[in-house]
């Protein structure tokens, strides 16, 4: 149940496959949920700007039913991403959602 989706400007400089990975298992952990349930979204080249320029920045949602704790997120996740792209830490936006139980569902029912 735990989502993590990065939308970027971002494209060549990606280094896709460790950053899927290294965001999904460092969202299992920081949950504490298991890694079978987690989801990880890349989305690069979107057209994007930020602080009135075009330079690499990217846009990270953040969802889960319960377990986030942003303050610790925001910085394991920022530096992930920065560390396997171009887009420095202050370019990068994070939105996180406590999504109930009853408002999430997988394999045809909800978790609530």
Known sequence: ???ISVRTSANSRIESELLLSELSSNLASLTGKP???VMVILEPN????FAGNSDPCA???????GSLSPGEMSSQFSQIISRNSDIPI???????EDVAASSWGYN???FG
């Not at 846009?59 to 039913?65: A, R």
């Not at 202050?90 to 996180?96: D, E, M, V």
Request: no cysteine.
């Open 90 to 96: 202050n370019r990068i936006y994070l939105n996180f």
């Open 108 to 110: 045809g029912k909800t």
């Open 59 to 65: 846009f990270v949602d953040i969802k889960s039913i």
């Open 35 to 37: 890694e079978s349930y």
């Open 46 to 49: 979107i057209m994007m700007t």
């Open 1 to 3: 149940m735990p989502l």
